[in-house]
């Protein structure tokens, strides 16, 4: 996600504040090598175990796991006739995976004939992140997509005065906020619990993000999932847990 979304060095508009410039076309492909062993499982059964996965990264899109060849597990393979056509990689083609009564249709992929730009994919597969029902990188269970060794999470206190506010209404406000900063992503500001100036109201809503964790969200009068927050980061983000972060795209979040 680092490298090729946003601002990243291989994005397709790469910033200004540079001295050089990158020949080659506007839609990149990086491959390279992911740094730990990773394993998916269906059902129980291991589709793919492997320690020299490689990371696909592709220019607007999410990094993608290919795996070789002898890694994966052909007993749960079936061939299909399904195919796709990449205009930077080739022709797809496509297997089933079953395991036990759980069944993928098309769930993984591979390029036996790559274009040129691409050859370095002949002898990978790939598999969608939910043509698994576990995954783990080493003998983690990671959830949402594997972690980029380019994507960073940092965390730092700040005594920067944070308010959020809607309509002219406080609902938040605090000089001890912690600065959230993502790779990739805008600043985001996380303020206690004691720092809300209004009851958060209930939602179901939640969402998994591989680098922080499982995020619940609340509401403000008016606004449905206003804020979020996660009870129970990751590692890189303990210092977030029980805050709480407002969606500047529904309230006002003013920095001093």
């Known amino acids: 996600m680092g490298l090729t979304i946003a601002d990243g060095p291989l994005a397709p508009h790469a910033p200004d504040t540079v001295n050089y410039r990158i020949d080659?076309?506007?839609?990149?492909?990086?491959?390279?090598?992911?740094?730990?062993?990773?394993?998916?499982?269906?059902?129980?059964q291991v589709i793919a175990s492997t320690d020299a996965g490689m990371l696909l990264h592709e220019t607007g899109i999410l990094p993608q796991l290919y795996v070789p060849e002898a890694d994966v597990n052909e007993d749960l393979l079936e061939p299909t006739d399904h195919h796709t056509h990449c205009p930077f990689k080739g022709d797809a083609s496509y297997h089933t995976i079953r395991a036990?009564?759980?069944?993928?249709?098309?769930?993984?992929?591979?390029?036996?004939?790559?274009?040129?730009?691409?050859?370095?994919?002949?002898?990978?597969?790939?598999?969608?992140?939910?043509?698994?029902?576990?995954?783990?990188?080493?003998?983690?269970?990671?959830?949402?997509?594997?972690r980029d060794p380019f994507h960073r999470v940092d965390v730092r206190p700040s005594s920067r005065r944070v308010r959020v506010t809607l309509d002219g209404q406080l609902l938040a406000e605090s000089d001890q906020p912690r600065l959230l900063s993502e790779t990739g992503l805008p600043n985001r500001w996380y303020l206690s619990a004691d720092d809300l100036?209004?009851?958060?109201?209930?939602?179901?809503?939640?969402?998994?993000?591989?680098?922080?964790?499982?995020?619940?969200?609340?509401?403000?009068?008016?606004?449905?999932?206003?804020?979020?927050?996660?009870?129970?980061?990751?590692?890189?983000?303990?210092?977030?847990?029980?805050?709480?972060?407002?969606?500047?795209t529904k309230v006002t979040v003013e920095v001093g």
């Open 24 to 44: 080659g076309p506007k839609h990149r492909l990086y491959f390279t090598a992911f740094p730990r062993r990773v394993r998916a499982e269906l059902a129980g």
């Open 197 to 248: 100036r209004v009851e958060l109201g209930p939602s179901d809503t939640t969402t998994i993000c591989p680098y922080k964790g499982d995020a619940v969200y609340g509401s403000v009068p008016g606004v449905d999932d206003a804020a979020w927050s996660y009870p129970d980061p990751l590692p890189d983000a303990t210092t977030i847990a029980g805050r709480w972060s407002f969606d500047d």
């Open 100 to 146: 036990g009564d759980e069944v993928r249709e098309n769930g993984m992929w591979s390029y036996p004939e790559p274009l040129d730009a691409a050859s370095w994919l002949r002898g990978y597969r790939a598999l969608y992140w939910d043509a698994a029902d576990a995954w783990f990188d080493e003998d983690e269970q990671v959830f949402g997509h594997l």
